[in-house]
């Protein structure tokens, strides 16, 4: 049997376009002759769709667009993701469901039986979980249909497994002779590898031949990685699909031994990096409607990086970069602006703020009578920035960018209303070390970015003569105790070396413990690590827990 794997972006809510979207691509997938066809996980309404779920004209909308989708379904079967609905009671009104369309109707559906809640998922808000997973026969073929979590709990793969079921396994059970996933998966940094190995894990564990296809896109702050892929009975390859953009796969899962794929050829983790934030941003920019983008450029390697990140994934006609020197800002940043700037052919405008900054100081000068110049006059700067920015979006319809990074965002190095301002933050996830290492990934064919913005010390310049390091130990030694606490929930004692005596351990968690609030205030971050600044990320604000030693 010939399978077609349709991986496809969705937009959340754009229900037609979805299924013209869908009817498209499985048209091409026949005509190349499939004879049952995939698409994702709630592909009709988008995933995820949170508290649009509630909804009751969403869910009308989704069912109409079924019915509508099933008419032009013909001989050959195509099994799609949606929201179904629920008939028990007691229970969630929803399913997250999976309908095989055929000769123009809905004729078999299933239901998902794990619904994840941890991380970025909530999905038992709103969903009930399916009793038993789904057998539907075609050409003679059990097939066994899972949804995403479903085919996530193998045992001989997670050293603790975080349901007690077994979907995969309970259809095997039934008898199932091939395994389909519908998916919307969402990546980080490692996730195509270890969701490829899993599978291969499921595929020799039970014997069958399987096919994952997998959502691609950016929604809100996560972005879908695609790579789907089809597997033997022995867990060995026969077609993977391409990473961060859309690919329809076919694939003869029982007669395609002779043509599999020997090892899987993932990119570089700094080309996929840079793939995942230039798709992130790409769709967070189109499915909110807007055609451009503006950020700061103060000659620093984050600006320099965002910049790359935007031009990449819009096109420079649709970058404008904003350099905004006080007199704090040295020659040789403002030179570096503007060399980026004319090395990605994007737009560059120079607003000076000191004359701004000058009247605020006057403004302030009672009140501010017998203290000295501190941090309210830095952040000033900041703020003033901030508001040339969002004026400047406001007059041109321009989408704003923020610049700042996830080691910058943990110690609460931002400032809320000035370089925290505007609608996303594209590397906010990314740590400066990475940010380090994707500047050199993009100059490693031509000095895009200006070498000095890489190799001169990280600063604000917001006083005379300062650096990130006056307050900070190195990026490495900091970016090290963030992942230590923030992603893998260390105490101090498993995070202390000797580049990270107990002070500076100590200093680093009490400020990521302080700043809570500064990241509920935060621009959407694109998530690219296992735990990121955002909606997967659940710490009050007020609350005085101290981490233990």
Known sequence: MIIGLLQLNPTIGA????????????????????????????????????????????????????????????????????????????????????????EGKVAWQTTKCLLPTY???????????????????????????????????????????????????????????????????????????????????????????LAQVNAVGGNDELIFDGHSSALNGRGEILSLGKGFEEDTLLVDLFNGDSHCIPKPSFQPPEKLLFEALSLGLRD?????????????????????????????????????????????????????????????????????????????????????????????????????????????????????????????MAVGYCTLYGDMNGALAPIADVLKTEVYRLANWVNQRQAVIPPSSITKPPSAELRPNQMDQDSLPPYPVLDRIIQKYIVHHDKKSAIVNDEAPPEVVSDIINKISHTEYKRRQAAPALKVSPRAFGMGRQIPIAQRFKASP
């Not at 997938?29 to 009751?56: M, T």
């Open 15 to 102: 229900f037609a376009a979805n299924r013209e979207k869908l009817l498209a691509a499985y048209r091409e997938a026949v005509a190349r002759g499939a004879e049952f066809v995939i698409a994702p996980e709630l592909f009709l309404c988008g995933y995820p769709p949170r508290d649009l779920l509630l909804r009751e004209d969403f869910i009308e909308a989704n069912a109409a667009t079924l019915a509508e989708t099933a008419e032009s379904v013909g001989s050959v079967p195509l099994a799609v993701g949606h929201a179904g609905i629920n008939p028990i009671r007691p229970g969630r009104p929803l399913t997250n469901a999976v309908s095989v369309l055929h």
């Open 119 to 209: 991380d970025v998922f909530d999905e038992d808000r709103y969903f009930e979980p399916g009793a038993r997973p789904g057998i539907f026969e075609w050409k003679g073929i059990r097939i066994g249909i899972t949804i995403c979590e479903d085919i996530w709990n193998d045992e001989d793969f997670w050293p603790e497994r975080r349901y007690r079921r077994d979907p995969v396994r309970e259809l095997i059970q039934a008898g199932a002779q091939v395994i389909l996933n519908l998916s919307a998966s969402p990546w980080h940094l490692g996730k195509e590898t270890t969701r490829l190995a899993m599978l291969q894990q499921v595929a020799r564990d039970e014997g069958v031949p």
């Open 284 to 408: 967070y920019v189109h499915k909110c409607g807007f055609q451009s983008v503006i950020l700061g450029l103060s000659g620093g390697i984050d600006s320099a990086v965002v910049a790359c990140i935007a031009a990449h994934a819009l096109g420079p006609d649709k970058v404008t970069g904003v350099a905004m020197p006080a007199r704090f800002s040295s020659p040789g940043s403002l030179s570096d602006a503007s060399d980026l700037a004319r090395n990605l052919g994007i737009h560059l405008q120079t607003i000076p703020i000191e004359p701004a900054f000058e009247m605020m100081e006057k403004t302030l000068a009672p009140a501010f009578a017998g203290r000295p110049p501190n941090e309210a006059e830095e952040n000033l700067q900041s703020r003033l920035r901030g508001i040339t920015l969002m004026a400047l979006s406001n007059k041109f319809g321009s989408l704003v960018l923020t610049t700042g990074n996830k080691s910058e």
